[in-house]
């Protein structure tokens, strides 16, 4: 099992991986299906399932869809251009994606929000058809959003295929315990495997370029959140907190006054400028979603700005590390909300942010799998319940003490020696079967906990 460092760190838009990003890659699988395929189209429909459906509004995957089928991706996204393109499509009816025929296609007809029973793959489902100039389907595909970015087809889900790369690796392992092996047989850190790992897949160079941008594109993120207020779009009318938040931290920064745990609300403020700018459909990284954006570069952006001798030079074991623990709860469980709620969404990435910190901290290779552990451990059984369909509530603040829970959990697993009674093989695997228990309306359908014990207007 190989999943790279860029499919848990993902460069795109928000306000959802699965929702936004998933629907947007999806649709451009179809147009190079349509591509290759010998037949005269003239339009295109689609309909979204389950979760999508429940939940399409709120997330913009409707959206995402149109852009997608107009040829936009989430790591090349404009939305000045994207802006321009949706209007044209509003006006004319139609798409014309590189490559094809101009194609009739109004959203308001063409694509259908199905609400009855979910399809029967995954609980992110969607349909995507091409016609004939009579309207007939001439072409039809299948996808899943199956969390995190990653799409898969309806005959991929099928034949138990995934969207990792099978080309044999240096150090592969599909559980902590076979990790941990390795790590004692080969004398080498997670990290160090990790990067060998990446080294044969794709290079040393797409490495090195690659960390550097995911952690640009994070830094940045961070920064924007920081300095811009206003009111978040989608009808709640949740106002930025962050830019307030940071200004009175500042002002207060150097004060013999200060109470030692607002460190947490440095950890919470870095967080939650990721998430508003993901709410607000801004550039975001996935870490391994875009509801859990904020935890991991809040780790690191805490660690760099508060702990003495951090330095920049060892994000990429950060975040090497990082990924390791990502795959693992991916290719093990889940990291869809849609499939597990959000203990896989903040959950997963609280404990990749303290794999990540205690690398960094100096911690052994069990202390690291410890700290992933406690981290998770301590979101388990937590529900996706996203009021009004929209990443933003409790999902801003979620992420804040997802950031929070992973800083403690890499400090308490640097206290030990890395023994402890729960392997984290055990702790996902819970996660996996409390996400099977969890009932249907606490997994990103907005029909359950908070979404309907909240007023929506």
């Known amino acids: 099992m190989f999943l790279s460092v860029f499919d848990m760190f993902k460069v795109g838009v928000g306000p959802s991986s699965s929702h936004t990003m998933g629907p947007m890659v999806a649709a451009a699988n179809f147009l190079e299906k349509m591509r290759a395929a010998p037949f005269d189209f003239k339009g295109l429909r689609g309909s979204l399932h389950g979760s999508l459906a429940f939940t399409g509004i709120g997330h913009a995957t409707d959206r995402a869809t149109i852009l997608g089928l ?18 044209h499509i509003r006006d004319t009816h139609t798409v014309t994606p590189e490559g094809l025929p101009t194609l009739t296609f109004n959203p308001k007809e063409d694509l259908a929000f199905d609400f009855g029973p979910n399809l029967p793959g995954h609980a992110n489902g969607m349909i995507l058809m ?45 559980s902590a315990a076979q990790m941990l092996e390795m790590t004692e047989t080969s004398g080498k850190s997670i990290a160090q495997m990790k990067r060998e790992n990446e080294i044969a897949q794709n290079g040393e160079d797409h490495l090195k370029n690659g960390i550097a941008r995911v952690w640009q594109v994070m830094n940045d993120c961070i920064e924007r959140g920081l300095v811009t207020d206003g009111i978040l779009p989608g009808g709640l009318n949740v106002k930025r907190r962050a830019k307030n938040i940071y200004d009175a931290l500042l002002e207060e920064r150097g004060s013999n006054q200060n109470a030692p745990h607002k460190i947490n609300d440095w950890m919470s403020v870095y967080a939650m400028a990721v998430n508003e700018e993901n709410a607000a459909g801004g550039q975001v990284v996935t870490a391994p979603t875009n509801g859990a954006a904020g935890v991991v570069p809040a780790v690191i952006k805490y660690w760099l700005e508060h702990v003495p001798g951090a330095s920049e030079n060892r994000i990429e074991e950060f975040l090497l590390t990082a990924s390791a623990i990502g795959g693992l709860v991916k290719f093990n469980a889940s990291i869809s909300g849609a499939e597990a709620g959000c203990q896989a969404e903040v959950g997963s990435a609280s404990a990749m942010g303290a794999a990540g910190l205690a690398a960094v901290l100096g911690g052994t290779p069990m202390q690291i799998e410890n700290a992933a552990e406690i981290a998770l451990e301590h979101h388990m059984g937590m529900t996706c319940d996203p009021v009004k369909g929209l990443v933003q509530v409790p999902c801003i603040e979620r992420n804040g003490l997802g950031a929070i829970k992973a800083v403690s959990a890499a400090s308490l697993a640097m206290r030990g020696d890395g023994t402890h009674l729960v392997p984290l093989d055990a702790c996902i695997e819970t996660m996996r079967q409390t996400g099977l228990d969890m009932g249907e309306k606490y997994k990103e359908t907005s029909l359950g906990g908070l979404a309907v014990n909240i007023p929506n207007c």
Do not use: R
């Open 70 to 87: 107009a040829g936009f991706m989430p790591d090349t996204y404009d939305n000045d251009k994207a802006e321009a393109a949706l209007e």
């Open 130 to 174: 091409a016609t004939d100039a009579q309207g007939d389907v001439i072409l039809q595909e299948t996808y899943y959003s199956i969390g995190g970015g990653f799409v898969v087809t309806e005959a991929e889900l099928a034949e138990g295929q995934s969207t990792q790369d099978e080309t044999p690796v240096p150090y592969p392992f599909t």
